[in-house]
DNA sequence: AATCGTTCCTGATAGC
DNA sequence: TGCTATCAGGAACGAT
């Protein structure tokens, strides 16, 4: 599932090949996914050329020329890709933005949780991105990180998928930082001592860095922008390994439910 | 205000 | 073998 490393490589990819490029249209056979419609989207950014790629969590931004944004949101399995003109047409592709110089850009999604949002100016955009948390690579700081541990009380995995504390850590980071850091995900976020929470700043500046590095985790459907798949899943200390053993202890991976998600921890070396 | 349950959707998997 | 039922999961939303 796409989070910070892997929307990121998407951005940087995406900056490489289609910044400088006309929209010229746009079309979907999910109209629902476009907001607010396809019309309003079509009649504010046709015509327009994209100026850059942003990424603040895991939203993705095309900044047009015009002042307009195009927001993505890849959810669960969204996909963006960057194809000719003409090629096959790509697994569960529901949106298609053709651009000049016969390239698209195309949003598929499996689960169809993803979304693409139009928003009229940069201000707008701001308000929206202003309810997310600090970004962990360039905003986090220990001492930031300390009082949002200290503010709350529910269980520290929790806490680091909730997007308004911190920006763009979602389930396989969450899992793997607490690895690293020793730290039962269970853990009130409150409850952290002054270590086991720097130990913990450390782990999620250093598992993200490490997604980057891979070019993402294509866990299940995560490609990037010209539809490679990234390795970290071959990394993976934790995440999916329930039953397996502990590289650390040669304890067995537990598999339990935290929030409704799959959690995976070693009991033995979170404590 | 904080937190919990529900919803969106479809492929994978389990159970028979 | 082939069918049906269940489950996973980011985040918005309504309910408590």
């Known amino acids: 599932m796409p989070e910070l490393p892997e929307v990121e490589t998407i951005r940087q990819d995406l900056s490489c090949l289609i910044v400088g490029r006309k929209v ?32 603040r969590a895991k939203l993705l931004q095309l900044i047009l020329d015009n002042g307009k944004v195009i927001a993505f949101h890849l959810k669960m399995s969204g996909r963006l890709l960057v194809r000719k003109v003409g090629e096959e047409k790509d697994d569960w592709q529901h949106i298609v933005i053709t651009l000049s110089e016969g390239l698209e850009l195309r949003f598929a999604d499996m689960r169809k949780f993803g979304w693409m949002k139009l928003f009229l ?73 002054e270590k086991q929470a720097a130990a913990l700043f450390l782990a999620i500046e250093k598992v993200l860095r490490l997604g980057l590095r891979y070019r993402g985790a294509s866990d299940r459907y995560y490609l990037d922008a010209l539809g490679q798949k990234g390795h970290f899943q071959e990394h993976f200390l934790v995440y999916g390994r329930q039953g397996k053993e502990c590289g650390s202890c040669k304890g067995m ?15 033995s070396c979170q404590k």
């Open 24 to 55: 010229l249209a746009i079309a979907t056979d999910t109209p629902g996914k476009i907001l607010p419609s396809l019309e309003l989207v079509k009649k504010a950014v046709v015509g327009s050329t994209i100026k850059r790629i942003d990424r």
């Open 121 to 193: 100016s940069r201000e707008d955009l701001k308000k929206v991105l202003t309810e997310y948390g600090p970004e962990p690579l360039s905003d986090l700081t220990l001492k930031k990180f300390r009082e949002i541990l200290e503010a709350n009380g529910r269980a520290i995995k929790i806490v680091l998928m909730d997007q308004e504390k911190i920006a763009g850590i979602g389930n396989i980071y969450a899992n793997e930082a607490l690895f690293l850091a020793k730290i039962d995900p269970r853990t009130p976020a409150d409850k952290i001592k």
């Open 253 to 267: 991976i537990k598999r339990i439910a935290l929030g409704g998600r799959g959690t995976f921890y070693c009991p």
